[in-house]
T-cell receptor, first 113, second 109 residues
Framework: SAVISQKPSRDICQRGTSLTIQCQVD?????MFWYRQQPGQSLTLIAT?????????ESGFVIDKFPISRPNLTFSTLTVSNMSPEDSSIYLC??????????FGDGTRLSIL | ELKVEQNPLFLSMQEGKNYTIYCNYS?????LYWYRQDPGKSLESLFV?????AVKQEGRLMASLDTKARLSTLHITAAVHDLSATYFC?????????FGEGTQLTVNP
């Protein structure tokens, strides 16, 4: 199955700043997604990253707060904008590759001070 | 809106014992996943269940799916300490996953 690399693996940021997380896959994949896992919680889908077009956001998530790009079939970015302590979470990229289970990158552990 | 409920949320069991984790979901689905998450780690795919009556087994874990009852189970046989982790079920709707709350399993010697 495709190998997913997420960067950075962790970061500590000041409130009011923005951070861009990168997700690189070693082969072309059909679909890419971004999830959030708040401390001690389950995972929630933020959006589907669409190649060459605007991402599709789930209820409760908006483009201004979580802009997403997917310029090609192997790469996507998620930006967490104007961060507050409530944004402290693990952010995970996942991919769907033909015939393979959806699988996840190692995640980005984000803390906001 | 698709809802996925797992129970129990916390499970403490002794080595050698058997137990079952339940995953109920509210609407029809394409497939159902079980994942394992160790502390500070990402998710590891355990099983993908595609059809009614599907049963898959790997080591001491066995997963099943009843689409009519909208129920999946993850059965643990003769638990060992290495199985301590959080287990999530996730229901797939056009590849968008809705996760259960997770079951935090602790296996005690």
């Amino acid at each position: 199955s495709a190998v997913i690399s997420q960067k950075p693996s962790r970061d500590i940021c000041q409130r009011g700043t923005s951070l861009t997380i990168q997700c690189q896959v070693d082969s072309q994949v059909t679909m890419m997604f971004w999830y959030r896992q708040q401390p001690g919680q389950s995972l929630t889908l933020i959006a589907t990253a669409n190649q060459g077009s605007e991402a599709t956001y789930e209820s409760g998530f908006v483009i201004d707060k979580f802009p997403i790009s997917r310029p090609n079939l192997t790469f996507s970015t998620l930006t967490v904008s104007n961060m507050s302590p409530e944004d402290s979470s693990i952010y995970l990229c996942s991919v769907v590759d033909a015939g393979q289970p959806q699988h996840f990158g190692d995640g980005t552990r984000l803390s906001i001070l | 809106e698709l809802k996925v409920e797992q129970n129990p949320l916390f499970l403490s069991m002794q080595e050698g014992k058997n137990y079952t984790i339940y995953c109920n979901y509210s609407t029809t689905s394409d497939r159902l996943y079980w994942y394992r998450q160790d502390p500070g780690k990402s998710l590891e795919s355990l099983f993908v269940l595609l059809s009614n009556g599907a049963v898959k087994q790997e080591g001491r874990l066995m997963a099943s799916l009843d689409t009519k009852a909208r129920l999946s189970t993850l059965h643990i046989t003769a638990a060992v300490h290495d199985l301590s982790a959080t287990y999530f079920c996730a229901v797939d709707s056009t590849s968008r996953l809705t996760f259960g709350e997770g079951t935090q399993l602790t296996v005690n010697p």
